[in-house]
């Protein structure tokens, strides 16, 4: 939950650290700080958001070429300056950086203590870098000897990056679960928990495994393994644009990434399609493991969890296989009983939610297939996952996630749609069909982008104080008020409860008074009747009812605003009515002045549980 960037190279690393760092406060912002190698090292932290830290530095002189950076989300010892890091040992000769927890830290502080080491800060990570200085002086090996040692003493996760007094021209990092990337380019080398914080400088970067060491040179990067023996990395290109990691003219991220759904869900078709056939080969699933598949466990978290409600709709009907979904903090200690001709299905956005990934080695433990729908390439998830299918939505900034949720419904019909296939539940015409509906959806998404933002605007600037507002809908329009609610909730701070519509007159249709904000979404055939329905009963208690429809549904009578989307399959349409929930969130965020990108209490990738 936090983030960490390093240089050691030709070029004043003060510069480059607060660059980097910038680009990554969705994943931390309560605290930050920088060490830079001059004569000494020189550590400056700050509590709260970055611009802090770079007022504090502004007048400094600090012209080092070799330095660590870090933004904080608060883990353990609230957010302050002391409990910043960069954290020092004892006695300075050991600066770190840490992104993840160390679980048994408390041991350890009681195993140092014994050796008169003190402790200033009220963080695990404090704890790292003493252990680090502890088994440097002890064995009088090196940084890698020191930090493997410590690697195999330790429990817990991260990724760290550190230096030593004595070494001044090395930067030494390691990692085990949590995200880190390294890049090499020729001013030097970087290292970062995330792309866009190096994205400027290089698109040549390194992948360091789980438990492994680095030490990066000014010019180059050596890999270790636990063993101390040198491991040869191959250095791979990223593809992603810069100006897909800054926002391209757009207020904030949301509402930009909100605009690149069109494209990046065309994308992710595309990497599923060969020629007008579903392909999933990349994912190495086979169609005789998809054929023996009998049921299906769909684990995940927040939104990513709400695309798994609505595949479970559309697997069932469409592929006639048992489909149970679960929010991975539940599923990871209820002890599941999952049948060993099972799939369980891992969808995350950054692959390195702690919950799901606890999943995943729980469903590999009982020796089930995992499939992992991620969008972060090489991140935790994706490389503990059997199979891999990756979303290409590209660099998701915003916390509220929006156009990596879109890909992920498209990953998910993809998957519905072959095993229907496979499972000869879906005959040739209607499979081609469901394919020519599925290659429409961008265009039809633009379409509402386009068509429907403005009115949404205006319709969101209705509601500046608003505190209340229920979802509702039925089957799939069920499934995806879950996300319309949950994007409301967690940018707007707004109550909202989202609600299968059949549910309401169950006791929550008393919550229902005049003027009361209620979204429903009604485009499926089958229960579209049964739905106005609903609507009729709660506008006859004063709600204030917007419609999301399939174009020329009749909801007029009932409605006080009305969103009509394109017509599509109707498996499809979570893509199209996502488009104006997610609208709505934004907007009334922004009639409110509320950090769109940074929610209070949220970061993007929660790494612990
Ligand atoms: C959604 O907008 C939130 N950021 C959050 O609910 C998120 O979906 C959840 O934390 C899961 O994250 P993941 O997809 O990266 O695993």
């Not at 409301?488 to 249709?509: D, F, N, R």
């Not at 004063?542 to 605003?561: E, L, P």
């Amino acid at each position: 939950m936090c983030g960490i960037v390093g240089y050691n190279g030709k070029n004043k690393a003060v510069d480059i650290l607060l660059d980097g760092l910038s680009k990554l406060e969705y994943r931390g912002y309560d605290s930050s700080g920088v060490a830079i190698k001059n004569e000494k090292i020189d550590v400056i932290k700050a509590k709260g958001k970055l611009t802090n830290l770079k007022e504090k530095i502004a007048n400094m002189e600090l012209n080092g070429t070799c330095g660590i950076g870090h933004t904080r989300w608060a883990t353990h010892g609230e957010p302050s300056e002391n409990n910043a890091h960069p954290h020092t040992s004892n006695d300075g000769s050991v600066v770190l950086v840490h992104n993840g927890i160390i679980e048994n830290y408390q041991e350890l502080i009681d195993k140092l203590e014994k050796h008169k080491y003190k402790f200033y800060s009220e963080t695990d990570t404090e704890v790292l870098a003493n252990i680090i200085d502890y088994y440097y002086k002890k064995y009088q090996m090196g940084p890698m000897d020191a930090i493997n040692r410590t690697m195999v003493r330790v429990r817990g996760s991260y990724a760290i990056a550190v230096m030593f007094k004595d070494h001044p021209d090395d930067l030494w990092v390691a990692r085990k679960d949590s995200p880190m990337i390294i890049g090499l380019n020729n001013d030097g080398a970087y290292v970062a928990s995330d792309v866009p914080a190096i994205l400027k400088y290089t698109r040549n970067v390194y992948y360091i495994d789980n438990m492994e060491t680095a030490c990066l040179k000014k010019n180059k990067v050596i890999f270790y393994d636990l063993n101390g023996d040198v491991i040869k990395k191959e250095l791979k290109e990223i593809k992603w644009d810069i100006s897909l990691a800054e926002k391209g003219g757009y207020e904030h991220f949301m509402i930009k990434e909100i605009n690149e759904q069109p494209e990046v869900v065309r994308k992710t078709i595309n990497s599923l399609l060969n020629e007008d056939n579903i392909d999933l080969s990349k994912t190495g699933l086979t169609i005789e493991e998809i054929r023996s598949f009998k049921q299906i466990y769909i684990v995940a978290c927040g939104s990513a969890y709400h695309v798994g409600v609505c595949a479970q709709y559309i697997l069932e009907d469409l592929a006639r296989i048992p489909v149970r979904v679960d929010t991975a903090s539940e599923f990871r200690y209820r002890n599941p009983i999952l049948d060993k001709k099972g799939l369980v299905i891992i969808i995350s956005q950054s692959g390195e939610t702690a919950d799901s990934l606890a999943a995943l080695r729980e469903a590999k433990k009982q020796g089930i297939k995992t499939l992992g729908i991620i969008n972060v390439v090489g991140s935790s998830i994706a490389r503990e996952a059997d199979h891999v299918l990756y979303t290409l939505a590209g660099p998701e900034i915003a916390v509220a996630t929006t156009k990596a949720f879109s890909t992920q419904l498209i990953a998910m019909y993809a998957i519905a749609i072959q095993f229907a296939k496979v499972k000869r539940k879906l005959n040739n015409k209607d499979y081609a069909k469901l394919i020519d509906d599925l290659k429409l959806l961008p265009d039809n998404i633009s379409v509402i982008l386009k068509d429907k933002q403005e009115d949404i605007q205006r319709l969101s600037s209705q509601f500046p104080n608003l505190q209340d507002a229920f979802y509702i809908g039925r089957g799939l329009d069920y499934a995806i008020s879950l996300e319309g609610s949950l994007k409301l909730k967690e940018v707007s701070y707004v109550h909202s409860e989202a609600y299968p519509a059949g549910e309401l007159k169950h006791g929550t249709i008393s919550l229902i008074e005049d003027g009361t904000l209620v979204i429903g979404i009604a485009t499926q055939d089958k229960v579209f009747e049964k739905t106005l329905s609903n609507l009729v009963e709660v506008k006859s208690r004063g709600g204030y009812i917007v419609s999301i429809v399939s174009k020329n549904a009749k909801v007029d009578k009932v409605s006080d605003f009305i969103i009509e989307v394109p017509k599509t399959n109707k498996y499809f349409y979570p893509s199209l009515t996502v488009v104006p929930l997610q609208l709505i969130g934004y907007y009334i965020t922004v009639s409110k002045g509320l950090d769109v990108d940074k929610p209070r209490n949220l970061a993007k990738s929660v790494t612990v549980e």
